[in-house]
């Protein structure tokens, strides 16, 4: 029988941690978008509608490289403060390649590493006992 590969992704716009599902260690991968280096000067030089599409293709370009990293796990859970989430799942689902993923979203609010950790180990476990090492 194949093992399930599940994989936590905490994500807003300029940032994503992607945390694989272990209990026993921590590991975690940061992407960063580049929408931090649109700013206002930015818009000052250029149109509004240029500099939107700017922003969007960026976007784009960040949600790909998640993509390309969850493409390789069975079970998803896309979570954070932002609209971001809802973004990324529908891009997910407008390929149907990834129609044999489970994905589930859900609202958080910034958090630690060790606490992203425990959000995921949480979710994808069933036995209700599990402690984990990092809070402590």
């Given at each position: 029988m194949k093992s399930t590969r599940k994989v936590g992704i905490w994500l807003d716009?300029?940032?994503a941690r992607v945390i694989e599902?272990?209990?026993e260690e921590l590991k975690a991968t940061t992407i960063k978008s580049d929408l931090q280096g649109l700013d206002n000067q930015d818009g000052?030089?250029?149109s509004e509608n240029l500099?939107?599409?700017k922003e969007n293709q960026k976007l784009k370009a960040f949600y790909?490289?998640?993509i390309a990293i969850v493409e390789n796990?069975?079970?998803i859970l896309l979570f954070g403060p932002t609209t971001a989430k809802n973004e990324l799942f529908n891009l997910?689902?407008?390929?149907?390649?990834y129609d044999h993923l489970k994905i589930e979203t859900m609202s958080a609010e910034k958090m630690t590493p060790p606490k992203e950790h425990d959000f995921v180990?949480?979710?994808?476990k069933t036995v209700l006992n599990y402690e984990s090492p990092f809070t402590k």
């Open positions: 716009h300029t940032t599902y272990n209990i000052l030089q250029h500099l939107h599409n790909k490289a998640i796990y069975d079970e997910i689902r407008e390929e149907h390649k180990v949480n979710h994808f």
